[in-house]
């Protein structure tokens, strides 16, 4: 039976991060996921900000985490060949707000945060175009950056697969035994066995613990709701702008991806179950706050309309290692999740070092970034037609993506994507038509290359399909 | 094929087929560049028929209506570029695409920009709830169902009624779908009139006007929607919103130019049309640029398409031979009732002057009146006019002596 070092459960930014720093030192892992792809929890749908440090609360995992966090990604975005874009961010706030944003300072040099600096209206106008009149101070944090969240695990988990990790996805585990040399893990179908055990699950971190026989560990939902612009109106904010904070979030903030759009949100909407709709109050809530903040916005140019859950326990971050059953455990990473978790990873792997795991020198193998046509030179781009004319064939007008790209990265890919899981790779549907010209296509490329029927193809997972023959009558006909 | 012409037209749909042929029958060299791999456009996909009634008087197909004007082509020099997507224009027209073939770079003195229109996306109207499989756009759809031979769903429900939904709802009742209904949240369709009585009304589609989806539910696929009347300010009555069951939503909720490279290059945008500011010859803020079909404005009708790109073809051929008069310019404004109108700008001559617009609402009886210094040059009264049908407004340059507003006056008596 396969034997691994440490079995990671949960396969979001904080499983990839565990999963990619494991594996460099030489431990054999699993990473396992009851989805159809890695990243499709909360780690696909935030704000994309690795925050400075200056908002969590003194002497909390989250501040230790993030400041460390932030320092380290720079150099792993340049590992893995991920844009990351080192704008700095801003709260602004009204002629009232001095007194807040200077607790935030304070706050800021107390984690350990440098460079920040507040700036009156003329040092704010520098740096902005667009903000409303209102606006008298800002603080300004230049370490804030902003990354691709679910670009960046894709690439986390790429580069460890590439290292001699292993990933099991569709696995829906429904036993955990101890036995004498380490876990038997099964899900009635493939078993395997491993000596470590690393919860990162998230919502599903219960799922886990009582297989292991933890005790439950309390969960709260927080759905954060956003609105996606036309890359015509990239601009709008250069950086993450974000208003004075309140007692329960960072507030609607204004922001650029790293792709060119502008998005509006999150909203903090207390919320029951696990889900991830959008709601017109929540729209409605972003509209109005935006407003006070930033002017120029044309609603008009909205392309998409998403939602991500934040899971809390508690106000910190829940971290525990139980040394006695070989059982880490990484609860209650709400914001700032995507900035800690380099940090959380690290401290995984060291404490599990320290228990005993033997660290091995490997033959690094680095991860090459997927060809983007847009980022090669002329001259690069026609050498690369003249290898391969896929390279020279446009699937996606928006975001000019082209059939070459297309099957680099479902040839890459050791599992079956789904449209959704290429979107997230490429952009491709993803631009301001949001597919309306390419995604037939899309389907018949994807349809050729696994050598299966159009109606094969999911949007997300199996339950997820897009198409049906045309003499059934339909795809639930009964 | 070389790579030196006098002009190129992008775009290989009804627009640029027009506008090359009547631009090449000024002895002029001319290449069309088409991204597709064939031309024609959204004219392939559109297998119903109605097409042609008004320039070919007689009724085609899309595929049809193409194919004439590809046959056309045969006697002419035109250069055809297939598979080959327009990355980019320089200043001073050099036009950089890209095929499986490579790059290449194509020089010219004068560009027609025939790019089309494309679809809003569902974020365009807020949709609501979940955002699960069975969400498709009815452009998509009908590339689906009526070229890749596939099915999209069993129980639809169509969001506005543009008419490639009208269009398509009957399409897929044809195929054996349960089409639930149309929910437009507007007081008036946005399709044509022809559409909803040979689409829905024929088939007993149910078309729900100010009714529109607040709602989508479903995790992998669509469960259903929920829809409510929309008031007068536009807000939603939710407390009468009521549930539908389904497994499909078709969105027909608008087009828009597609106006990348008119903005790469700076053109004066219209807010109105979402297409280029253009004067009466349809030449953009770029002197030697031009724009036509739904690329500048989207069309209802493609013999209207035809028409206007002929005039940018001769009007491009023209601007190359230096025989284009731009001298005293006046403007087009638009007054009471109109949504938009086209052109901006037109010059003191004797020609003809066409003018296109669209109403802001529907007019019952009412008079289109063109009035230059407060004279006024043409009145025309109409039994109806639609906002969903382009209008258009034929005047002699002769008469006028300055700057022209259009507006729509109601008559009150009736
Ligand atoms: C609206 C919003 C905005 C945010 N903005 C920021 C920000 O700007 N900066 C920042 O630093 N942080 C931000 N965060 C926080 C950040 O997104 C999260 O902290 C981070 O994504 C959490 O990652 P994760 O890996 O713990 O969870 P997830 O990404 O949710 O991954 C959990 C994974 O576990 C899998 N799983 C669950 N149950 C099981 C099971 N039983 N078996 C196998 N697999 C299972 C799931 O399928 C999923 O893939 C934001 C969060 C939200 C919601
Ligand atoms: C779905 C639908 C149904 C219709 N039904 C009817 C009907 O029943 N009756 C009727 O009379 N009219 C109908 N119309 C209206 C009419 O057919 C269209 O308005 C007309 O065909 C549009 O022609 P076009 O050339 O402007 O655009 P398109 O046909 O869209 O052509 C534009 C072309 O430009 C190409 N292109 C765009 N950008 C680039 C680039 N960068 N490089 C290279 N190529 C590029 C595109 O691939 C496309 O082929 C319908 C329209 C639609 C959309």
Request: positive net charge; hydrophobic residues 35%.
């Amino acid at each position: 039976m396969q034997k691994y070092d440490v079995a990671i459960f949960g396969a979001g930014i904080v499983g990839a991060f565990i999963f990619d720093t494991l594996t460099l030192k030489g431990l054999k892992c699993v990473l396992i996921d009851k989805g159809e792809d890695v990243c499709l929890g909360a780690s696909k749908a935030n704000s994309g900000i690795i925050h400075a440090g200056y908002d969590c609360a003194r002497d909390t995992l989250k501040a230790k985490f993030n400041v460390l966090g932030n320092k380290m990604y720079p150099e792993i975005a340049k590992r893995l060949g991920e844009p990351i874009g080192e704008c700095g961010s801003l709260v602004v706030g009204d002629k009232d707000s001095l007194l807040i944003l200077t607790e935030l300072l304070n706050r800021g040099m107390y984690n350990g945060v440098k460079n920040l600096e507040i700036l009156d209206r003329s040092g704010l106008e520098k740096l902005e175009k667009n903000l409303n009149k209102n606006i008298a101070y800002g603080l300004y944090a230049k370490d804030a950056k902003i990354i691709s969240p679910y670009h960046f695990t894709i690439a986390l988990v790429e580069e460890s697969l590439l290292n001699g990790g292993e990933i099991k996805l569709n696995y829906n585990v429904n036993s955990i035994q101890r036995q004498n040399d380490g876990y038997l893990i099964s899900d009635g179908k493939e078993n395997f066995m491993a000596n470590y055990i690393v919860n990162a699950c998230a919502e599903g971190v219960n799922e886990i613990g009582s297989l292991v026989g933890e005790p439950a560990i309390p969960l709260t939902y927080t759905k954060g709701e956003y609105v996606l612009l036309d890359k015509d109106e990239f601009g709008l904010a250069c950086r993450p702008i974000f208003p004075t904070p309140t007692k329960n979030s960072k507030g609607i903030l204004a922001c650029p991806t790293v792709n060119g759009n502008t998005f509006f949100g999150p909203t903090a909407e207390d919320i029951k179950e696990y889900e991830t709709s959008v709601t017109l109050s929540g729209i409605n809530k972003i509209k109005t706050s935006i407003l006070k903040m930033i002017d120029n916005v044309n609603f008009k140019r909205i392309i998409k309309l998403y939602a991500g859950v934040r899971v809390k326990t508690g106000d910190d971050f829940y971290i525990n290692f139980n040394e006695n059953k070989n059982y880490f455990v990484i609860a209650g990473i709400c914001s700032p999740g995507l900035s800690a978790a380099p940090a959380i990873a690290e401290y995984v792997a060291n404490s599990l070092i320290e228990k005993g795991l033997q660290v091995k020198a490997i033959k690094f193998t680095p991860r090459r970034p997927y060809t983007n046509i847009l980022k090669l030179s002329n001259q690069e781009l026609s050498n690369l037609i003249k290898k391969d004319k896929n390279y020279g064939d446009i699937v996606c007008n928006c975001e000019k993506v082209t059939k070459g790209e297309i099957l680099e990265v479902l040839n890459r890919t050791p599992f079956k994507l789904t449209t959704d899981g290429i979107k997230r790779r490429l952009r491709v549907t993803m631009g301001r038509c949001q597919g309306s010209f390419c995604y037939p296509r899309l389907i018949k490329i994807m349809a050729d290359y696994y050598n299966c029927d159009e109606k094969e193809i999911c949007f997300r997972g199996k339950e997820s399909l897009i198409v049906c023959d045309i003499k059934e009558g339909g795809i639930y006909a009964e | 094929m070389q790579n030196n012409y006098d002009i190129v037209v992008i775009g290989g749909g009804s627009a640029g087929l027009a506008s090359a042929i009547k631009a090449s029958k000024y002895g002029l060299k001319v290449a069309i560049i088409e991204r597709d791999n064939k031309l024609g456009g959204i004219l392939n996909q559109c297998i119903h028929n109605g097409f042609g009634l008004s320039y070919f008087k007689q009724e085609l197909t899309g595929p049809e209506y193409a194919n004439k004007f590809i046959q056309m082509l045969d006697g002419t020099n035109i250069d055809v570029y297939l598979n080959t997507t327009v990355l980019e224009i320089k200043k001073h027209f050099e036009i950089l695409t890209i095929s499986p073939k490579g790059l290449e770079k194509i020089v010219c003195k004068g560009i027609v920009l025939a790019t089309g229109c494309r679809e809003r996306p569902s974020g365009a109207i807020n949709l609501c709830g979940s955002r699960p499989a069975g969400i498709i756009s009815a452009g998509s759809a009908q590339k689906i169902v009526n070229l890749q031979g596939k099915m999209i769903g069993k129980d639809i429900v169509i969001v506005g009624s543009g008419d490639i939904g009208l269009i398509m709802a009957r399409r897929l009742r044809f195929e054996g779908a349960n089409v639930i209904g149309v929910y437009e949240i507007m007081p008036y369709p946005s399709g044509l009139k022809r559409n909803i009585v040979q689409c829905l009304d024929d088939y007993n589609i149910p078309l729900h006007l100010s009714k529109t989806v607040v709602e989508v539910v479903g995790k992998d696929r669509v469960k259903g929607v929920f829809v409510a009347p929309v008031k007068n300010d536009f807000s939603f009555d939710l407390d009468k919103r009521e549930f539908i069951k389904c497994d499909t939503i078709v969105l027909s909720i608008g087009l828009t130019p597609s106006n990348e490279l008119a903005n790469q290059l700076g053109l004066k945008q219209n807010p109105l049309t979402n297409g280029c500011v253009v004067d009466e010859y349809l030449q953009t803020s770029t002197s030697g640029i031009f724009s036509c079909g739904n690329g500048l404005h989207v069309h209802d009708i493609v013999d209207n398409v035809t028409r206007e790109s002929e005039r940018a073809g001769e009007n491009c051929a023209k601007y190359v031979l230096g025989q284009l008069n731009t001298t005293t310019p006046h403007s087009v404004y638009f007054g009471d009732g109109l949504r938009y109108v086209n052109p901006s700008v037109f010059y003191e001559g004797d020609e003809i002057l066409t003018i296109n617009f669209r109403s802001s609402k529907i007019y019952k009886n009412a008079d289109i009146i063109v009035k230059s210094k407060d004279k006024e040059i043409r009145k025309i009264n109409k039994k109806i006019i639609l906002p969903a049908e382009m209008e258009s407004v034929i005047i002699s340059k002769k008469d006028i002596v300055g700057d022209l507003i259009v507006t729509i006056k109601e008559h009150k008596d009736e």
